[in-house]
C-alpha cells in the first residue's frame, strides 16, 4: 500500500522561498512518475510539477523558472523547490504518486 507525507509548507513572504518535501513507502519509486498539485480555497486542483522515472519533468506555466521539482530514488523521496513566491501560489499542496496515490497535503501561505 503506497503511503505519501508530505512536509515543508507554511508562511512566507512574497519572494520568499520554500521547499516541499514528499516521503513515499510502499512503492518500487523509482519507475513510478511522480507530481506536485495545489489546490487554492475555491478552485480545482491543478497540477503545479511532474518528474518521470527517467527524471523528465514538466510545469505549469504559471510556476516556470521559479519552482523546481527532483527526487531522490535512494530516499523515497520528491521535492518541490520554490523561489519568487507570490500571493498567488497560495494553496494546499499534495503529492501525487502515480496512477493515483496522494498524499495528505501541506498548506503553503504567501502573504506580507
Known amino acids: 500500500q503506497v503511503q505519501l507525507v508530505e512536509s515543508g509548507g507554511g508562511l512566507v513572504q512574497p519572494g520568499g522561498s520554500l521547499r516541499l518535501s514528499c516521503a513515499a513507502s510502499?512503492?518500487?519509486?523509482?519507475?513510478?512518475?511522480m507530481g506536485w498539485y495545489r489546490q487554492a480555497p475555491g478552485k480545482q486542483r491543478e497540477l503545479v510539477a511532474t518528474?518521470?522515472?527517467?527524471?523528465?519533468?514538466n510545469y505549469a506555466d504559471s510556476v516556470k523558472g521559479r519552482f523546481t521539482i527532483f527526487r531522490d530514488n535512494a530516499k523515497k523521496m520528491v521535492y518541490l523547490q520554490m523561489n519568487s513566491l507570490k500571493p498567488e501560489d497560495t494553496a494546499v499542496y499534495y503529492c501525487?504518486?502515480?496512477?493515483?496515490?496522494w498524499g495528505q497535503g501541506t498548506q503553503v501561505t504567501v502573504s506580507s
Open positions: 510502499g512503492s518500487i519509486f523509482s519507475i513510478y512518475t
Open positions: 518528474i518521470t522515472s527517467g527524471r523528465n519533468t
Open positions: 501525487k504518486h502515480w496512477p493515483d496515490h
